[in-house]
């Protein structure tokens, strides 16, 4: 009945073998299209984000807030972001770490409008009444910001809408900013 086994065998492996070969070929097509998609994604990625110092008598403040957004076109942008910041001024001392999602707004080349959500975790130490206090919660923070922007950098001030006088990091709703991406 199998007279020609070698034969059958012979071509049984070489349909596997060009199965195989073109499945192969598929998936590499398969990944190209997946690697132009990813680069495409990360062409429209900037990373940045702002940097402040302050010093002053016997006060310092530092803050640290990097983050990512994507242009989903040359008008919009959203990405997210992180935050740490120190502050100390004689007896207190102030840490705020939290995260944060933002959009930006450019509806003229000069022009960006922003939006920022903030959930920032605050540890403070003071000293009231002759005693040692210490604090740990979350505030909520919703900035809402106006830039003149030039190239990669954009200078403006912001107002946190939920600003909480005892509670926030910062002593006032309104700060200045200026931010940097990539």
Same mark, same amino acid.
């Given at each position: 009945?199998?007279?020609?086994?070698?034969?059958?065998?012979?071509?049984?492996?070489?349909?596997?073998?060009?199965?195989?070969?073109?499945?192969?070929?598929?998936?590499?097509?398969?990944?190209?299209?997946?690697?132009?998609?990813?680069?495409?994604?990360?062409?429209?990625?900037?990373?940045?984000?702002?940097?402040? &110092?302050?010093? /002053?008598?016997?006060?310092? @403040? %530092?803050?640290?807030?990097?983050?990512?957004? +994507? !242009?989903?076109?040359?008008?919009?942008?959203?990405?997210?972001?992180?935050?740490?910041?120190?502050?100390?001024?004689?007896?207190?001392?102030?840490?705020?770490?939290?995260?944060?999602?933002?959009?930006?707004?450019?509806?003229?080349?000069?022009?960006?409008?922003?939006?920022?959500?903030?959930?920032?975790?605050?540890?403070?130490?003071?000293?009231?009444?002759?005693?040692?206090?210490?604090?740990?919660?979350?505030?909520?923070? &919703?900035?809402? /910001?106006?830039?003149?922007? @030039? %190239?990669?950098?954009?200078?403006?001030?912001? +107002? !946190?809408?939920?600003?909480?006088?005892?509670?926030?990091?910062?002593?006032?709703?309104?700060?200045?900013?200026?931010?940097?991406?990539?």
């Amino acid at each position: 009945m199998f007279k020609n086994f070698h034969g059958i065998k012979y071509l049984v492996f070489c349909c596997l073998f060009i199965a195989l070969f073109c499945s192969n070929n598929l998936s590499a097509q398969e990944k190209t299209t997946t690697d132009r998609i990813d680069a495409k994604f990360w062409d429209s990625v900037r990373f940045g984000g702002s940097l402040g &110092l302050s010093f /002053g008598n016997n006060q310092f @403040t %530092g803050i640290l807030a990097p983050s990512a957004v +994507y !242009d989903f076109n040359e008008i919009v942008s959203a990405g997210v972001g992180l935050s740490a910041a120190y502050a100390k001024q004689n007896q207190f001392k102030a840490t705020s770490l939290g995260g944060s999602v933002l959009t930006l707004i450019r509806p003229v080349r000069f022009l960006q409008l922003s939006a920022e959500f903030q959930e920032l975790n605050i540890h403070r130490k003071f000293e009231f009444d002759g005693a040692n206090v210490e604090e740990r919660y979350w505030v909520p923070a &919703l900035w809402t /910001g106006i830039g003149y922007r @030039t %190239g990669n950098v954009v200078a403006g001030i912001r +107002y !946190d809408l939920l600003h909480d006088e005892d509670k926030s990091f910062y002593s006032n709703a309104f700060m200045p900013f200026v931010s940097v991406y990539f």
